[in-house]
């Protein structure tokens, strides 16, 4: 069964240092997001892409979050730098198209000291 | 804004136990209403997924309803097994934007 990669899995990082979630979609789906989920709470969207271009980046923090999806596949969301708040697991999804049921990796938590 | 809200936040019942989880969000304006489980450490997978012209959807022992006019949304889980513990979150989808607004969450616990 198709899933939805991400890695790594867990990361340690001080404040101030950079860090870059990795995730690569189920095949042939258009549509991918990025998400925060802080202990305890539902998960936020960070960013939505629609093939390789942003549809929403509303809530994403641009002054020290940055998100691609360069060829419209697997998608790079980068940190820098990183700061004590950013602690959390953070969680791609993807699904065909919009308006369609989202498939959601594993997750990667981060933390950070 | 949407708001999410779910309660109860953690339910313990024995197994075997009929339950009800609820959610209720604030803007009936939604396009669909998802429930997902996550167990500890874990992404989200996908339970039902109501659209907004449905009442309820129903997936083996899982039940799901919707009344957009009250902004609610049950879970109805029958028949409980231990391998049903892990947390439910619920999640709209507007009919303008189309990401999802997710509830905190209920943590089920299931006794053998």
């Known amino acids: 069964e198709a899933e939805v990669a991400q890695s790594p899995r867990y990361k340690i990082t001080e404040k101030s240092q950079a860090v870059a979630f990795w995730c690569d979609p189920i095949?042939?789906?258009?549509?991918l997001y990025w998400y925060r989920q802080i202990l305890g709470q539902g998960p936020e969207l960070l960013v939505q892409f629609q093939d390789e271009s942003v549809v929403d980046d509303s809530q994403l923090p641009k002054d020290r979050f940055s998100a691609e999806r360069l060829k419209g596949v697997d998608s790079t969301l980068k940190i820098q730098p990183a700061e004590l708040g950013d602690s959390a697991m953070y969680l791609c999804?993807?699904?065909?198209?919009?308006?369609?049921?989202?498939?959601f990796g594993a997750g990667t938590r981060l933390s950070v000291l | 804004k949407q708001e999410v809200t779910q309660i109860p936040a953690a339910l313990s019942v024995p197994e075997g136990e009929n339950l009800v989880l609820n959610c209720s969000f604030t803007d009936s304006a939604i396009y669909n209403l998802q429930w997902f489980r996550q167990d500890p450490g874990k992404g989200l997978t996908s339970l039902l997924l109501i659209q907004s012209s449905q009442r309820e959807q129903t997936s083996g022992r899982l039940n799901a309803s919707l009344d957009k006019s009250s902004g609610r949304s049950t879970l109805y889980i029958a028949a409980s097994q231990p391998g049903d513990s892990a947390t439910y979150l619920c999640?709209?989808?507007?009919?303008?934007?189309?990401?999802?607004?997710f509830g905190t969450g209920t943590r089920l616990t299931v006794i053998p």
């Open positions: 999804a993807s699904s065909p198209r919009t308006r369609n049921i989202q498939y």
């Open positions: 095949s042939g789906h258009a549509t």
């Open positions: 999640a709209s989808e507007g009919t303008g934007a189309n990401n999802l607004f």
